[in-house]
């Protein structure tokens, strides 16, 4: 771990290497862009440089922040809750029920209805997975019975989708748009989509006064109730916020993996479990790791951002197993 001194430095830092990474992912694509076109895009100076900014690639890179930070804040909030270190929104099952929910949207058409069916059928499915997820675990919230419920509800939710998928999709002729919501990417996202992932920063702005609570919440349950903290509630904001999080996240951007265990312990282990500084770099951070992802993407010839993040996030996963036996 870091030292004290050292810690400060974590979040200029990281706010330094975001700017960079936007800066390149808005020159990076089939028409690239140096950065004196950027600049004078983002000011209109340059009609052509202008249109592919602000209408191609502006609101992808909006995106890909909104949505990183958006799964590593939930990350965050689940491993505190659970007081677990490999908990997660997808390894517990939350992304996946966002997704089957969307998968339901698109399939049966309500999603072409409203610009707001998908997030609200997302959000429906991810928190029937919580509520699942929190039954399976009544009677602690060990490693052990934390994976089983992950796995066990993962697989119910991939038969859901394969369900879908087999009695839906050849009617309204949807497997395109399933597929990227199974598979996670940022292609084409516009300006609605930046719309619809506003939630994200008002609920982490909710987390903010939480800090100092998630601290005392990751001490125990009854230690945090000696020193007068309201656990119920506590338990009950998180639940609702992290789970706000990981919707809104899987409605802009489908189902992308690990974020939400890969950054906030990284960041754990560098600057310690304090979560006045651990909520603010996992934003940060958080929006920085799906957008050099995401420049993988663009590099790659086809790869998904899914894809992309599970290869760096499973090999992860394993270490962290072996590290707690």
């Known amino acids: 771990m870091l030292s004290i001194r050292q810690a ?3 979040l200029p830092l990281g706010i330094l290497l975001v700017g960079l990474l936007f800066i390149v992912s808005l020159g990076v694509g089939d028409m690239p862009l140096g950065p004196g076109q950027i600049v004078r895009g983002l000011l209109r100076k340059d009609p052509l440089a202008a249109t592919v900014v602000w209408q191609m690639r502006l609101p992808r890179v909006c995106v890909a922040m909104l949505v990183g930070s958006a799964l590593a804040a939930a990350g965050m909030v689940m491993q505190a809750y659970f ?3 490999l908990a997660s929104p997808d390894l517990l099952g939350v992304s996946s029920g966002g997704a089957v929910g969307a998968v339901i949207a698109i399939a049966s058409g309500l999603a072409a209805l409203s610009l707001w069916s998908l997030p609200l059928f997302s959000l429906a499915g991810a928190f ?5 997820v929190l039954i399976l675990a009544k009677r602690g919230a060990s490693t052990e019975r934390l994976l089983l419920a992950g796995v066990a509800l993962n ?5 859901i989708t394969a369900f879908v998928l087999s009695r839906y999709t050849g009617v309204f002729d949807r497997n395109s748009q399933i597929l990227f919501w ?5 292609e084409d996202r516009m300006w609605m989509h930046v719309l619809i992932a506003a939630p994200i920063p008002l609920a982490a702005v909710a987390l903010l006064p939480l800090r100092r609570q998630i601290d005392l919440l ?3 349950e009854q230690e945090a109730r000696s020193l007068g903290l309201d656990v119920r509630l506590l338990r009950r904001r998180l639940l609702v916020l992290s789970t706000c999080l990981t919707a809104t996240a ?3 951007a489908g189902l992308i993996g690990f974020v939400g265990l890969v950054v906030p312990h990284i960041l754990r282990l560098l600057v310690g479990p304090e979560h006045r500084r651990l909520l603010p770099l996992c934003l940060v951070f958080g929006g920085g790791f799906v957008l050099a992802c995401d420049l993988v993407c663009h590099t790659s010839g086809g790869l998904r951002l899914g894809t992309v993040t599970a290869f760096v996030g499973g090999p992860f996963f394993l270490w962290l197993l072996r590290r707690h036996p």
Do not use: D, F
């Open 8 to 10: 400060r430095l974590v």
């Open 83 to 85: 007081r677990n270190s």
């Open 128 to 132: 029937a997975a919580t509520g699942a």
């Open 155 to 159: 697989a119910l939710l991939g038969a």
């Open 182 to 186: 199974l598979m996670g990417g940022l």
């Open 218 to 220: 990751s001490l125990g």
């Open 250 to 252: 899987t409605a802009v």
